[in-house]
């Protein structure tokens, strides 16, 4: 793998990864295009622990915040700070508490399916990849549909917005599953997963990447294993360049998705994936 190949598949990284298109499905397409073959998982890994790095410094005050709570939460002190009124996540301690509660939950069901999925993920065809984006495509369009009307019912009754339940958090860890497959979008089955099952969109948004760290730290130490194999079949400066750009290219993908996901265009982006997994499913 050259530098320029791998600069390249970081900005594919960089721009899957957070848009919900699925950045391990484009991978592994970007790398069939390449003429790249056997490519150590690990590679794909590194990329995602760039992006990771992204969520983290973007989310960095409401990771803190959990972090605090988390801290008063094991040493019984008490606190009624309010840090944001609306903020569903971490804007009280006893909303903080839920979160956390469903990031542990999520994770473990998560990393669950993940194990599982991973034993046979090498050997996906690149039919199935782009038979997932259609599938991706269908999740986008039916949770955007059904949270505008939950959201209509909720005004209509002025039903009050409440943090992540233990159901819910249930559905995401679930849906996140489900987004290890190639093709499947993590972030795009995790933020509809969120969707259908009643979070409020922008939670739904937010709490779809926070809860994505345990998960790719996770994957990252599973694979850390091949990290010898991987610099010797790829090489140390390709990787280095490929993270840095994933690192770039995601900052700005996940700030430009959570604009789109406050204005509930989620669907928007089945416009893209219908073709290209239709086009896909011919060609390849």
Same mark, same amino acid.
Request: charged fraction near 15%; charge should be positive.
């Given at each position: 793998?050259? @530098?320029?190949?791998?600069?390249?598949?970081?900005?594919?990284?960089?721009?899957?990864?957070?848009?919900?298109?699925?950045? +391990?499905?484009?991978?592994?397409?970007?790398?069939?295009?390449?003429?790249?073959?056997? %490519?150590?998982?690990?590679?794909?890994?590194?990329?995602?622990?760039?992006?990771?790095?992204?969520?983290?410094?973007?989310?960095?005050?409401?990771?803190?915040?959990?972090?605090?709570?988390?801290?008063?939460?094991?040493?019984?002190?008490?606190?009624?700070?309010?840090?944001?009124?609306?903020?569903?996540?971490?804007?009280?301690?006893?909303?903080?508490?839920?979160?956390?509660?469903?990031?542990?939950?999520?994770?473990?069901?998560?990393?669950?399916?993940?194990?599982?999925?991973?034993?046979?993920?090498?050997?996906?065809?690149?039919?199935?990849?782009?038979?997932?984006?259609? %599938?991706?495509?269908?999740?986008?369009?039916?949770?955007?549909?059904?949270?505008?009307?939950?959201?209509?019912?909720?005004?209509?009754?002025?039903?009050?917005?409440?943090?992540?339940?233990?159901?819910?958090?249930?559905?995401?860890?679930?849906?996140?599953?489900?987004?290890?497959?190639?093709?499947?979008?993590?972030?795009?089955?995790?933020?509809?997963?969120?969707? @259908?099952?009643?979070?409020?969109?922008?939670?739904?948004?937010?709490?779809?990447?926070?809860? +994505?760290?345990?998960?790719?730290?996770?994957?990252?130490?599973?694979?850390?294993?091949?990290?010898?194999?991987?610099?010797?079949?790829?090489?140390?400066?390709?990787?280095?360049?490929?993270?840095?750009?994933?690192?770039?290219?995601?900052?700005?993908?996940?700030?430009?998705?959570?604009?789109?996901?406050?204005?509930?265009?989620?669907?928007?982006?089945?416009?893209?994936?219908?073709?290209?997994?239709?086009?896909?499913?011919?060609?390849?």
């Amino acid at each position: 793998m050259t @530098i320029l190949q791998s600069i390249l598949l970081g900005i594919l990284q960089g721009v899957a990864e957070f848009l919900p298109i699925s950045s +391990s499905g484009h991978l592994q397409l970007g790398q069939e295009l390449f003429g790249l073959s056997e %490519v150590p998982l690990l590679y794909d890994v590194c990329l995602h622990l760039a992006t990771l790095l992204a969520v983290i410094i973007y989310f960095r005050k409401k990771i803190w915040n959990l972090l605090k709570i988390f801290g008063r939460w094991i040493t019984k002190k008490s606190s009624t700070e309010i840090h944001d009124s609306e903020d569903l996540l971490c804007g009280t301690d006893e909303l903080g508490k839920k979160t956390i509660i469903a990031i542990i939950i999520a994770t473990i069901i998560t990393g669950s399916i993940g194990i599982v999925t991973s034993k046979f993920i090498p050997d996906l065809s690149s039919k199935f990849v782009c038979g997932g984006f259609l %599938v991706t495509s269908f999740l986008l369009i039916f949770s955007s549909i059904l949270e505008k009307r939950q959201s209509k019912l909720k005004e209509q009754n002025a039903i009050p917005e409440k943090g992540i339940s233990i159901v819910q958090s249930i559905v995401i860890g679930f849906a996140q599953g489900f987004g290890t497959l190639p093709g499947i979008s993590r972030s795009g089955s995790t933020i509809a997963g969120a969707l @259908i099952s009643g979070v409020n969109r922008k939670a739904a948004g937010e709490f779809s990447f926070i809860v +994505s760290i345990p998960a790719i730290l996770g994957a990252f130490i599973l694979e850390l294993k091949n990290l010898g194999s991987m610099t010797d079949s790829i090489g140390a400066l390709p990787i280095i360049f490929g993270c840095i750009a994933s690192f770039v290219v995601g900052y700005l993908s996940l700030a430009f998705l959570m604009k789109l996901i406050r204005k509930g265009k989620l669907e928007w982006f089945a416009a893209y994936l219908i073709p290209v997994g239709i086009l896909g499913l011919i060609f390849f």
